[in-house]
C-alpha cells in the first residue's frame, strides 16, 4: 500500500512540475521579493517593470520571487550575437535539488538544452557562451541570504531563502 501511495506522490509532484509553468498566465508578471519601507533603490531593474513570463521565454521556478533585473548591453561596436542578453535574478525557498529537478523536467536535451552538472548550470549553447551571457541559460545555486540585491527584502522571506536562480534569455 506504502509504495502504491509513494508511486502516486511522484507522478503528482512530476506533474505539477510539468503544468505549472503553463497554468501561469503568461502575460503576468514576475512578483518582486516584497521589500521593507528602507529598502535600497539602486538595485538594479527594481525600479522597472518586471518582464512577464512570456517576455522571459523559460519556465519560471513556481513561487520564486523576482530580486533584480539587468538588461541587455547594445553597442554599436559589438556584433549582436556577441552582445550580452538579459537577465533576472530570482530567490526560492525550496532546495536547490528541487529546482534543478524543475529545470530538468522543463529544459529538454531535445529542444537544445545542456545541463554541466559540475556547474548546475542548463545552457542552450556551450558553456563558454553562456559564461558571456550571449545564450539563453539558467544557472542554480543555494541561497545565503547575503547577495546584494536582497538588500532591504522582507526579513522574513530572506530567512526562508534557499535557492538562487539566474536566467539569462532572449527578448
Known amino acids: 500500500m ?6 502516486y506522490f511522484t507522478l503528482i509532484i512530476i506533474l505539477i512540475c510539468i503544468l505549472s509553468p503553463l497554468m501561469m498566465s503568461q502575460t ?5 521579493v516584497p521589500l521593507t519601507k528602507d529598502a535600497p533603490e539602486n538595485i538594479p531593474g ?11 521565454g523559460i519556465p519560471i521556478y513556481p513561487g520564486a520571487y523576482l530580486t533584480a533585473i539587468y538588461q541587455a548591453i547594445a553597442s554599436d561596436e559589438v556584433d549582436k550575437s556577441e552582445s550580452p542578453l ?3 535574478f530570482l530567490v526560492s525557498n525550496d532546495d536547490p535539488e528541487k529546482v534543478k529537478e524543475f529545470y530538468k523536467i522543463n529544459l529538454k536535451k531535445s529542444d537544445g538544452w545542456i545541463y554541466y552538472k559540475d556547474y548546475n548550470v542548463f545552457v ?6 553562456a559564461l558571456s551571457r550571449t545564450v ?3 544557472a542554480i545555486r543555494e541561497e545565503t541570504g547575503e547577495s546584494y540585491d536582497l538588500k532591504g527584502a522582507d526579513p ?3 530567512s526562508s ?3 538562487r536562480i539566474k536566467i539569462v534569455y532572449k527578448p
Do not use: H, M
Not at 503576468?28 to 518582486?32: G, K
Open 2 to 7: 506504502k509504495n502504491i501511495n509513494q508511486k
Open 28 to 32: 503576468e508578471t514576475i512578483p518582486w
Open 46 to 56: 527594481r525600479n522597472g517593470p518586471a518582464p512577464t513570463f512570456d517576455e522571459v
Open 86 to 88: 538579459p537577465g533576472i
Open 124 to 129: 542552450r549553447g556551450d558553456l563558454s557562451q
Open 136 to 138: 539563453p541559460g539558467v
Open 156 to 158: 522574513k522571506i530572506v
Open 161 to 163: 531563502l534557499k535557492t
